[in-house]
């Protein structure tokens, strides 16, 4: 069966995925989305505009992957280290605003998998290139064109990693299992949030 998230990001990839918990997570992301979208909302004229945080972009909890926790903030670099441990300099010289991560925890197939999403709002779009460009300096990755204005992936020895930026935002999403259905599961998570950014 093919699952495509055209809807959700114009170009994004169909998934080939059988009947698994996958297919019902693609199902239930869609469902999510199709509630919480404005559709049908008149403009109310003097209503500012929203002020949105990294945490707003985060996928919802499902049936196969629970919320391993509540999602951690950081919007200084005492909290930043505390979350990102070393490395953290790449985010503070590159304009870090604020971050959030979410830890998921759940079965892929029939094996425990665990999911860590980071979202980071770097302050201007050509912060989130800049940054990009040098996470990209550690290890290999592999250009994807799938998401937001520049994605890539990299396969690690227990996992997988997608990294995107998409305007001001930088996400990273590493998960880790290695097989197939983890892959898709990392993807859909992935997708949901450039849908969410770019609402």
């Known amino acids: 069966m093919r699952i495509s998230f055209a809807g959700l990001s114009g170009n994004a990839r169909p998934l ?40 707003d972009f985060l996928p919802p909890a499902t049936e196969a992957m629970q919320k391993n926790g509540p999602p951690r903030t950081a919007t200084d670099t005492a909290d930043l280290q505390d979350i990102v441990k070393d490395g953290y300099e790449v985010y503070t010289n590159n304009g870090f605003v604020e971050m959030v991560e979410q830890l998921y925890q759940g079965t892929v197939g029939q094996e425990s998998a665990a999911i860590k999403i980071w979202i980071f709002d770097m302050g201007t779009a050509k912060n989130a290139e800049s940054l990009h460009d040098e996470l990209l300096q550690k290890g290999s990755w592999e250009e994807w064109n799938e ?11 227990l996992g997988f990693v997608i990294l995107f930026r998409l305007d001001k935002y930088s996400v990273e999403l590493e998960i880790d299992s290695k097989s197939q259905e983890a892959e898709d599961l990392l993807v859909l998570f992935a997708t949901h949030i450039d849908y969410e950014i770019r609402e």
């Open 16 to 55: 080939r995925v059988g009947f698994s918990p996958v297919w019902f997570l693609a199902a239930g992301i869609a469902f999510f989305i199709l509630m919480t979208s404005p559709m049908g909302c008149g403009d109310d004229g003097g209503t500012k505009a929203k002020i949105r945080h990294p945490q």
């Open 147 to 157: 998401l937001g204005d520049e994605d890539h992936r990299q396969t690690k020895l």
